[in-house]
């Protein structure tokens, strides 16, 4: 579904020209040292002087060369980790939504198909797609993005249900259409919300499952200079114990009572001006 992209590796792509150059310049070290040994044999002071010129510029580029490639290695492994995080809370606000229709599912069938009117309709599932140029690991975006194929479909089923129940409800109580109209057009909507609960039911395990991969990835793919920060964060962090949640439970509780106390009298007071406008 989608190839490397170069430009994402391309720090690392450029790692045996760095070496080609290198090998290259030590060649030119060595050469240039053997050649002033042979002609210039006398002249230790220009050798000298020749060799930490170049030594000094060689150095300097290698350095450069270096951190340019560290950072830009640890820029693209920490916007991959960023990515993960978000795909991680977006995952577990698919499994909310997924679940919440499939609990409604049972009743809108059942309500719909004795004849009355469902109030609640079906919720489309959240879509993103700004992962892909973020994310490293290409079989996690072939994941991703065969998830979000399933979900685009699902979603346009989902709106047909609810467009298709919402003018079907619309004209049943506005009295355009009778009863058993309702009725008949109703329980072919049943039997197609039934095949959407079948779909949302594997869409779960989908979901489920990509997010454990995501949840594994976090631990495995996190950068290293975020390592040392999450470590040096729970090492300074205090654990919060039973006592001083419950102790500070408490507290908050008698604030709250005190705030209602205190706030009586203003509400009182309030009633009393309405009861006169009245």
Excluded: C
């Excluded at 729970?234 to 039973?242: A, K, N, P, S, Y």
């Amino acid at each position: 579904m989608f190839k490397k992209n170069i430009k994402d590796f391309f720090t690392l792509k450029s790692l045996p020209v760095y070496l080609i150059f290198i090998i290259a310049a030590f060649i030119f070290f060595w050469s240039s040292q053997l050649f002033n040994l042979i002609f210039k044999e006398g002249d230790s002071l220009f050798i000298s002087e020749t060799l930490s010129a170049f030594t000094g510029a060689f150095f300097a580029f290698l350095f450069l060369r270096l951190t340019s490639f560290l950072e830009k290695y640890y820029l693209r492994q920490r916007k991959h980790y960023n990515a993960l995080t978000s795909m991680e809370i977006l995952l577990d606000e698919m499994v909310g939504v997924i679940k919440d229709d499939i609990y409604l599912l049972p009743d809108f069938r059942r309500v719909i198909v004795s004849g009355n009117v469902y109030a609640s309709l079906l919720q489309p599932l959240p879509l993103e797609k700004r992962y892909y140029e973020k994310l490293h690991d290409i079989k996690l975006i072939n994941d991703l993005y065969k998830l979000n194929y399933d979900i685009r479909r699902l979603n346009d089923d989902i709106d047909n249900s609810n467009t298709w129940y919402l003018k079907l409800r619309d004209l049943y109580t506005s009295r355009q259409i009778s009863r058993d109209d309702y009725i008949i057009n109703s329980q072919i909507i049943a039997e197609n919300l039934k095949v959407l609960e079948s779909a949302l039911n594997m869409l779960f395990q989908d979901v489920i499952k990509l997010r454990a991969i995501v949840t594994l990835r976090l631990d495995f793919d996190k950068p290293l200079l975020t390592r040392f920060v999450h470590t040096l964060i729970d090492f300074q962090r205090q654990d919060l114990t039973d006592e001083m949640i419950n102790s500070k439970t408490i507290e908050i509780e008698k604030d709250i009572e005190e705030s209602a106390v205190n706030s009586h009298p203003r509400i009182q007071k309030i009633r009393e001006e309405v009861s006169k406008i009245q």
